[in-house]
């Protein structure tokens, strides 16, 4: 039986889709308060029968800190896929980040350990990387004084908890994304590129990222977890555009203008200062951190040649056809 952790979110959901349409069993765990439904959405998007294949899977609420409760859902457990993250740029969010990304992740190690896991899936970012000024690879390693953001310190620290299981025998693979494009999830990740790109945005950078289609994501997991690939990390890009590009592209798709106007270094330096102010005075969360204003004018090119070797014949999905399917789930959703 496969355990998928995170079945939620954007590429839990996905994932769900693509093990039941091949006919494995599943289960999956859930926080409390997660919206089940959003899943069944995400499956009407693809598919016919999807009250039906949502049905075939056996749901079990477990957050990545209750012990009893994911003792129980690793029960018969032969394959994990980790997917459960918390995402946030705030500096405040650093002590739930380090509990649920690294704590939490420590936890699904132990019980993969203790439950003798035959293959564990960890679902990573291209975050935890160093900088290059060429091309980043899987063996470009930070130095930890790069002013990473809490969520990449986060995530590097659940990256270290996965290494650690390997060396107590359990065979693991770790995906590191770029941005992933995907549809059903418009509040949180890239879903608010579709939501702000709608409402209209005047400015946009030109710093330089990966992109991926959420179900390349998926394929290359599930496809690393059916070879005999082990102890190994795949960096997932379909291509390295700029902020303004996507945007461009994300607009152009939405039928809504485009960001005009260039966000330099000086505005994205006010907007992040103004931005930590709003967040005392009006007691809500940070939506532009002085490390997010950095990556939104850094240029990182990322290459994705190591899995393209290592598993042959694999293609990515164009970054424009990504966008535009994206895009029209998007106007199904506003049109509704």
Same mark, same amino acid.
């Given at each position: *039986?496969?355990?998928?952790?995170g079945?939620?979110?954007?590429?839990?959901?996905?994932?769900?889709?693509?093990?039941?349409?091949?006919?494995?069993?599943?289960?999956a765990?859930?926080?409390?308060?997660?919206?089940?439904?959003?899943?069944?959405?995400?499956f009407? /998007? /693809?598919?016919?029968?999807?009250?039906?294949?949502?049905?075939?899977? %056996?749901?079990?609420?477990a957050?990545?800190?209750?012990?009893?409760?994911?003792?129980?859902?690793?029960?018969?457990?032969?394959?994990?896929?980790?997917?459960?993250?918390?995402?946030?740029?705030?500096?405040?969010?650093? #002590?739930?980040?380090?509990?649920?990304?690294?704590?939490?992740?420590?936890?699904?190690?132990?019980?993969?350990?203790?439950?003798?896991?035959?293959?564990?899936?960890?679902?990573?970012?291209?975050?935890? !990387?160093?900088?290059?000024? #060429?091309?980043?690879?899987e063996?470009?390693?930070?130095?930890?004084? %790069?002013?990473?953001?809490? /969520?990449?310190?986060?995530?590097?620290?659940?990256?270290?908890e996965?290494?650690?299981g390997? %060396?107590?025998?359990?065979?693991?693979?770790?995906?590191?994304?770029?941005?992933?494009?995907?549809?059903?999830?418009?509040?949180?990740?890239?879903? !608010?590129?579709?939501?702000?790109?709608?409402?209209?945005?005047?400015?946009?950078?030109?710093?330089?990222?990966?992109?991926?289609?959420?179900?390349?994501?998926?394929?290359?997991?599930?496809?690393? *977890?059916?070879?005999?690939?082990?102890?190994?990390?795949?960096? !997932?890009?379909?291509?390295?555009?700029?902020?303004q590009?996507? *945007?461009? *592209?994300?607009?152009?798709?939405?039928?809504?203008k485009?960001?005009?106007?260039?966000?330099?270094?000086?505005?994205?330096?006010i907007?992040w200062?103004?931005?930590?102010?709003?967040?005392?005075?009006?007691?809500?969360?940070?939506?532009?951190?002085?490390?997010?204003?950095?990556?939104?004018?850094?240029?990182?090119?990322?290459?994705?040649? #190591?899995?393209?070797?290592?598993? #042959?014949?694999?293609?990515?999905?164009?970054?424009?056809?990504?966008?535009?399917?994206?895009?029209?789930?998007?106007?199904?959703k506003?049109?509704?």
């Amino acid at each position: *039986m496969i355990l998928v952790t995170g079945g939620t979110g954007l590429v839990g959901s996905h994932l769900l889709l693509k093990l039941v349409q091949q006919g494995k069993e599943i289960r999956a765990t859930y926080r409390k308060g997660s919206d089940l439904e959003r899943v069944k959405i995400i499956f009407s /998007y /693809y598919s016919k029968n999807a009250v039906e294949l949502f049905d075939t899977i %056996q749901w079990i609420e477990a957050d990545l800190n209750d012990i009893p409760k994911l003792t129980l859902a690793f029960k018969d457990i032969t394959h994990v896929y980790h997917c459960a993250a918390y995402i946030s740029f705030d500096p405040s969010d650093y #002590k739930k980040l380090r509990n649920i990304n690294i704590k939490g992740t420590a936890n699904i190690v132990n019980l993969c350990i203790s439950n003798t896991v035959e293959k564990l899936c960890y679902v990573s970012s291209v975050a935890t !990387l160093g900088h290059h000024s #060429k091309s980043i690879n899987e063996e470009t390693y930070w130095s930890g004084n %790069q002013d990473q953001s809490v /969520y990449a310190i986060s995530k590097y620290g659940a990256e270290m908890e996965v290494w650690r299981g390997t %060396q107590e025998g359990i065979p693991a693979v770790i995906v590191n994304p770029g941005v992933i494009i995907g549809p059903g999830f418009w509040n949180t990740g890239s879903g !608010l590129l579709f939501k702000l790109a709608y409402k209209g945005q005047s400015y946009a950078a030109k710093g330089i990222t990966a992109y991926v289609d959420v179900k390349d994501v998926v394929l290359a997991m599930t496809q690393l *977890m059916d070879s005999s690939i082990e102890n190994e990390r795949y960096i !997932l890009a379909s291509a390295n555009v700029t902020y303004q590009e996507i *945007m461009s *592209m994300i607009c152009k798709a939405l039928h809504v203008k485009s960001p005009k106007k260039v966000a330099s270094k000086v505005i994205l330096s006010i907007g992040w200062r103004a931005d930590w102010l709003f967040s005392k005075i009006l007691r809500r969360k940070r939506r532009l951190t002085k490390q997010l204003a950095k990556t939104l004018l850094k240029k990182s090119f990322y290459s994705s040649d #190591k899995i393209q070797q290592d598993l #042959k014949g694999f293609e990515w999905t164009p970054i424009t056809e990504s966008v535009s399917a994206t895009c029209r789930f998007y106007l199904e959703k506003v049109g509704s």
